[in-house]
């Protein structure tokens, strides 16, 4: 009788999960040699359905978990619970989780409690304080703890799990948000929004959504956004809000009446690269952005104190800003009023991939699940 063919499960449950993982999970789906699940958490519902819609991919697993203003407890929880149950009726050769969320910790926890080998896409991040930002930094250093396979997108990656001691394979892949980000650039149909006038007006695109900059942190990068309009009468913001209202109320306070502000739902991801396309810079404490905006050329002023991708800062692609309004104002205004201070951020190297990162993670992988079979009983 032959033996079926291994199986990877694919966890994801958050947009940006989806996004780094829809190309993983394409090169995956397409060996032959594989057998791949996708197993949907519900961390997040519609925001991960359109990511996964736009790429072509459906859930073979969806542990529907998402309740209305959830804590970080419940999604743990409840990911262990679903997932002990997933891995029982359908036990995986191998688990791939993605980044450093809450769905990826539990989803690495789950596979270790069941004994079955865990590979970390984006490993070895690292800001090295463990609140900063909460939960992820603590999130991340527990998965490279329970993985066997580190899939460090750089060099710095790659020697932060070196001398963290991590047991297992290293392997410097490039991050699949290039992947991702490279393949949707080719269709990406402009963003139209009314009153935003591309042609005539420099737009900054921003996001903000992280836990350690709700409250006091959060009112002031809204007065710096607001300072940053008046100063500049040519220049528009363009802030797709977190569905979050801890986050989406105190902007609305402050920006839904200003002309220049708008005020979006989150964009879908081929309305997002169009809009870090067309935009001139970035203020974002995302950690994606940091990644994707400098593949388009574009400046990063990111709204932290710390950032686990000093990669983006060392080649001149991103600069750490914090959330005090003045600064927010200096800095933009800076890159908009100063042609030479401009092109040197956008025209820095992007220390990030070149595209093939998701390629180089199934070809680890099927050679990790061969030795695997050649271990003795």
Known sequence: MIAPAPLVSIVLGTRPEAIKLAPVILAFQAAADLRTRV???????????QVMELFGLSA??????????????????????????????????????????????????????????VGHVEAGLRTDNLLDPFPEEANRRLISQLGQLHFAPTSVSEANLKASGVVG?????????????????????QLELPGLDWQRQRVIL??????????ERLQSIGRGFLELLDR???TALLLPLHRNPTVREPLEALLGSHPRAFLTEPLDYDRLVAAI?????LLTDSGGLQEEAPALGKPVLVLRRTTERPEAVS?????????????????????????????????????????????RILEASRAFLASRTLEPA
């Open 39 to 49: 197993v949907l958490t519900g961390q997040h519902r519609e925001m991960v359905a």
């Open 60 to 117: 073979d697993c969806d542990l529907a978990l998402m309740e209305p203003r959830q804590t970080l407890t419940h999604v743990t929880c409840a990911a262990l619970q679903g997932l002990r149950h997933e891995f029982s009726e359908h036990r995986p050769d191998l688990v791939l989780v993605q980044g450093d969320t809450t769905t990826a910790f539990a989803s690495a926890l789950a596979a270790f409690y069941e004994q079955i080998p």
């Open 169 to 189: 394979r290293i392997l410097v892949t490039g991050n699949t948000v290039i992947d991702a980000l490279l393949r949707m650039a080719e269709t990406a149909p």
């Open 206 to 215: 921003a996001t903000v959504h992280r836990r350690e900059n709700w409250g």
């Open 232 to 234: 500049h009468p040519d």
């Open 277 to 281: 396309r067309g935009a001139t810079l």
């Open 315 to 359: 080649a001149g692609t991103a600069k750490l800003i914090g959330t005090d309004a003045e600064a927010i104002v200096r800095e933009a205004s800076l890159l908009l009023d100063d042609p030479a201070a401009y092109a040197a951020m956008a025209q820095a190297r992007n220390p990030f991939g070149d595209g093939q990162a998701s390629g």
